[in-house]
């Protein structure tokens, strides 16, 4: 039977890669940092990584490397378990209660990944008679957690908070009992954050809650770090925020769900993904822990990255490359054609600078791009020298082209 499948598949993948689409995976043999080594998938060597969700460089660090190994000493390698039955320990807690309190929510309850996180929610508190209003640009996770509940389903634009105004009015006038607004807080593939505060004056205007996904924003976005309610100053308006321990915070795996007492408690009686997963690996909470002791005094490694983010985005543009406008360490530089951007990013990795193209479907068919991610790890002078590597292969694409 797979004999026939197998032919479809292959062709599948035949026109995926005729298409410019493929996504090749690149190997690294050293821990992930501002310069890593890459053993296969291009130019084998060191280079500079401009691809990572590394964002204030803490995925090495050696306080967190070393709060890791203590913790594989103390609690054991993983539970076996979840959470419910035998796999909760004082550590699990410990954790859950200080990402409450540095994300200012009433309690959190963690997943194996926000990707579960978000897949997590929807179903739980939303039903039949209720209705979701969802940003069209919010992330995967959060497109497929809304599919698996029954609520009505709602779109707007891209931050267009008319549209956004307009669903709600059409959620309320159909009746609906719960109205949740989802939002990415910034969009992972442009940059761009979500306009907070406006949000949360119509969820207040149309009796809605609000919920946000900051992945891409928690450690680094804000006076504190916390995330893109505080940079909006609507941090008590809030009601769910889902995130990530593998980005900013340490770069590891992890997901959570922090928001109102009441939300928590039910999504550990009935949320599918916490109750039928084994318990986040001890050795990752009790790093994420220390990472959030790093986080108190890291005002410099927030101020560094900003720094970086400003330098890349405006040599870019003096270069004449179009790289989406803001200030996010996000920096998308867009180059529209799916294979010429894959091919922009091979160029780059032999000039020593690792970046990824992104094409169709993971941003929209034509707007093929380089997504740059700054780094704190990075310096002033492996930003200069990534504008000069972009420089140079856009020369060498052009010269081919000819």
């Known amino acids: ?89 004082e550590v699990h807690k410990e954790l859950e209660a200080r990402l409450s309190a540095f994300l200012g929510q009433e309690d959190t309850i963690l997943y194996s990944s926000c990707f579960d996180a978000n897949g997590g929610v929807f179903e739980t508190i939303l039903g039949a008679e209720d209705a979701v209003i969802s940003d069209a640009l919010n992330h995967a996770s959060i497109i497929d957690g809304i599919r698996l509940c029954k609520a009505r389903r709602f779109r707007y634009a891209n931050r267009d908070l008319a549209e956004l105004e307009a669903r709600l009015k059409e959620a309320t006038e159909g009746g609906a009992r719960r109205k949740l607004i989802v939002t990415d807080g910034v969009f992972s593939m442009d940059g761009y954050v979500a306009p907070l505060a406006q949000i949360c004056d119509l969820a207040e205007r149309y009796d809605a809650m609000v919920m946000v996904d900051d992945s891409h924003a928690v450690g680094f976005v804000g006076p504190g770090g916390r995330g893109t309610p505080e940079l909006h100053g609507v941090m008590d308006r809030v009601d769910i925020i889902t995130g990530t321990l593998g980005k900013a915070l340490g770069g590891a795996s992890g997901g959570y769900v922090a928001a109102r007492a009441e939300i928590v408690e039910l999504l550990r009686q009935r949320s599918r993904p916490y109750l039928f997963s084994n318990s986040l690996a001890p050795v990752i909470a009790a790093a994420s822990l220390k990472v959030l002791d790093l986080l108190e005094s890291a005002g410099d490694l927030r101020e560094h990255l900003a720094a970086n983010t400003a330098l890349f985005r405006t040599k870019m543009t003096e270069a004449g490359f179009e790289v989406l406008p803001g200030d996010h360490a996000i920096a998308p530089v867009m180059i529209g054609d799916a294979a010429e951007a894959a091919r922009m990013a091979e160029l780059l990795l032999e000039r020593g600078v690792y970046v990824i193209g992104f094409s169709y479907p993971v941003v929209p068919m034509g707007a093929a791009r380089i997504r740059v991610q700054l780094s704190a790890a990075h310096s002033t002078a492996d930003v200069e020298r990534a504008v000069a590597a972009f420089i140079d292969a856009r020369a060498a694409l052009e010269t081919a082209g000819a």
Not at 17 to 22: C, D, F, I, S, T
Not at 38 to 58: D, P
Not at 81 to 87: K, L, M, Y
Request: with cysteine; glycine share 10%.
């Open 1 to 89: 039977m797979f004999d026939t499948v197998r032919e479809d598949l292959r062709s599948t993948l035949d026109e995926i890669r005729a298409a410019g689409l493929h996504k090749p995976e690149r190997v690294i043999g050293t821990p992930q940092n501002a310069a890593v080594a890459v053993t296969s998938g291009g130019a084998a060597g060191e280079v500079l990584n401009f691809c990572a969700n590394n964002y204030l460089g803490l995925a090495d660090h050696p306080e967190v490397v070393a709060a890791a190994k203590d913790a594989l000493d103390r609690w054991g390698y993983g539970m076996a378990s979840v959470r419910f039955i035998c796999g909760t320990q």
